[in-house]
């Protein structure tokens, strides 16, 4: 009998230490299942599809080939041609010096998921429920298992879990018309590299949405190398549990065409780069369509040892990986503009770089979007700012400039302008073409912008610019033209301006259906300092959602 209880006790004590660990460690889960259901296959051949052997139209006579290269996280000062950033950025810098900028560019929103959803469709994400980034429940709530900034803590949903779709069905609806099927439709082969991040589930892949090829990261992002790779410098970020997850989850894989996943054989840039580069060889000889989407320098932040070596003057470790990231960034670039060249296709090559948002509060650094106010998930500029960088030698002039305000909703129409492919007519297309102002260097007419994510809304009228939001109570109204870095709020004093622009708001709010899945959590992102920065009051701070 006794030797029963003790066998009993010993159980109980086991049992509460393990479920203590669980709950310590339970946000390795994921990473866990997917090991076990889904293990990373050994690095495979991807093939690409042929084109003609031989030229049968000049590459000059042809329609353009477009390539699409969007960053992740990249701050606008980390670029050196706008004067900023830890290192030189020559290849990035060329797009401009080479091309054309459109001088107010901003994203379609201040997260991943909807901007790449408002490049994709030439549509506000909103009009077609995808409002919030997708991300799995589990995710959503190891966030809210953080310190808080100060007072401020994140908030979770957990009610709203119950019924909620499943994280691989949260993306673009299939009935949404697709960048890549309007370039089909004009001759182009259709290719994707990089990340995704519109849906997981049969049907919302790339392969099932006009891309005829796609060596995708489905999920927001991947591991770069893995973590023990002895080419590869990590830097972990302490503070960010959003940084503790990843380091946990993320691997370093990519799937051929909705294939298993597989592991690259290099770094992840320098592996994009490098089978764009062979994907540009296989479709020389015909018109072609790129999605080159990066996950630099998107966290978790890791170097190639071989690129952080030589930046020795950077004395602060975290900041030296960074750098080292956009330097391979840069050389992705390099790479590419170098490969049209060689295959003669450079001058009838149309070339679009931008990035899905402003730099990220939660890797500590606190220039990346100098000198522009907030972060990604705020609607702040340091959050929806971006480059727009357009070169085609044989069309855009190098050095234009562009004055007015262009946003990523105008990707789908300028590329399908350049390709000769009419826009969908049975929707409503946000999607303004630019390509008259890249070629001529004129203004583009006064336009009125919106951005939503739950209860923080804001609009772009002319230079009038007016954020709302719930949580705090509060709204912030800037005359952009007078003041581009919103130092200055006028909406106490004045209110008229302030109701003309919340009508706006909400007539726009109007034409939006209900969210596809909603905001599992909302949390507090400071507007003038980065996460680990110590909290004071008086801080200006916005709640987020998702």
């Known amino acids: 009998m006794k030797k029963r209880w003790i066998l009993l006790g010993t159980a109980v004590v086991l049992g509460a230490a393990a479920y203590a660990g669980w709950q310590r460690y339970w946000y390795y889960t994921p990473g866990l299942i997917a090991a076990a259901t889904n293990p990373v296959q050994p690095n495979q ?4 599809s042929q084109g003609p052997a031989t030229a049968t139209t000049p590459a000059v006579k042809r329609p353009p080939n477009i390539i699409l290269i969007v960053a992740d996280d990249l701050g606008i000062n980390d670029i050196s041609a706008f004067s900023g950033g830890l290192v030189p950025t020559p290849a990035i ?15 379609g929103n201040a997260t991943c998921s909807p901007s790449r959803a408002a490049m994709m469709t030439g549509r506000y994400p909103t009009r077609f429920g995808f409002e919030f980034t997708a991300v ?7 966030l809210s298992h953080g310190d808080g900034i100060g007072p ?6 957990k009610d709203k879990v119950k019924g909620i779709m499943p994280y691989e069905q949260m993306g673009v609806p299939a009935s949404e018309v697709m960048l890549p099927e309007v370039l089909s439709r004009a001759g182009y082969h259709t290719l994707h590299i990089g990340k995704w991040h519109l849906g997981e589930a049969d049907g919302l892949r790339p392969e099932n949405q006009g891309f005829d090829e796609s060596l995708a990261v489905l999920a927001g992002a991947a591991k770069f190398l893995p973590d023990d790779s002895p080419d590869v410098v990590n830097a972990k970020l302490p503070w960010d549990p959003i940084d503790r997850f990843i380091w946990a989850n993320l691997r370093h894989a990519v799937r051929w065409n909705g294939g298993k996943n597989f592991a690259p054989d290099r770094y992840m840039t320098d592996y994009f780069t490098d089978q764009a580069v062979n994907a540009i060889h296989a479709n020389r000889n015909r018109p072609f369509f790129m999605y080159l989407a990066h996950t630099a320098p998107h966290t978790p932040l890791q170097a190639l040892k071989s690129d952080y070596d030589k930046l020795g003057h950077i004395k602060d ?23 049209l060249e060689q295959e003669g296709l450079a001058d009838n090559t149309l070339i679009l770089f931008t990035s899905d948002n402003g730099g990220a509060w939660y890797v500590g650094m606190p220039d990346l979007n100098r000198p522009y106010r907030g972060w990604k998930a ?19 002039k190098p050095g234009t400039h562009v004055a007015g305000v262009g946003s990523h909703l105008d990707m789908f129409a300028t590329a399908a302008a350049a390709a000769g492919s009419p826009l969908p007519t049975d929707r409503v297309m946000d999607s303004m073409n630019l390509l008259p102002e890249l070629e001529s260097g004129q203004p583009i007419p006064p336009r009125t912008l919106f951005w939503r994510s739950g209860d923080y809304r804001v609009v772009r009228d002319g230079d009038w610019k007016l954020q709302v939001s719930a949580r ?27 109701a003309e622009l919340r009508a706006k708001i909400v007539a726009q709010a109007a034409q939006m259906p209900k969210p596809l899945w909603p905001a599992l959590l909302e949390g507090p992102v400071r507007i003038d300092v980065p996460m680990n920065a110590p909290w004071k009051e008086g801080q200006d701070y916005v709640y987020w959602a998702n």
């Open 93 to 107: 810098d060329r797009l401009m010096t080479e091309g054309a900028t459109v001088d107010s560019f901003y994203t």
């Open 152 to 157: 401020l803590k994140a908030i979770f949903h």
């Open 472 to 498: 705090p109570n509060r709204v912030w109204l800037y005359d952009l033209k007078a003041d581009p870095t919103e130092r200055h709020d006028l909406s106490a004093a004045m209110p008229e301006k302030v």
């Open 136 to 142: 799995p429940p589990i995710f959503a709530e190891n």
């Open 378 to 396: 705020t609607f702040f500029e340091g959050g929806i700012r971006a480059p727009l960088f357009a070169r085609w030698p044989a069309r855009i």
């Open 45 to 48: 051949p991807v093939n690409w």
């Open 317 to 339: 470790h975290r900041d030296r990986v960074y750098a080292a990231m956009l330097v391979a960034l840069d050389r992705s670039v390099a790479t590419i503009l170098a490969k």
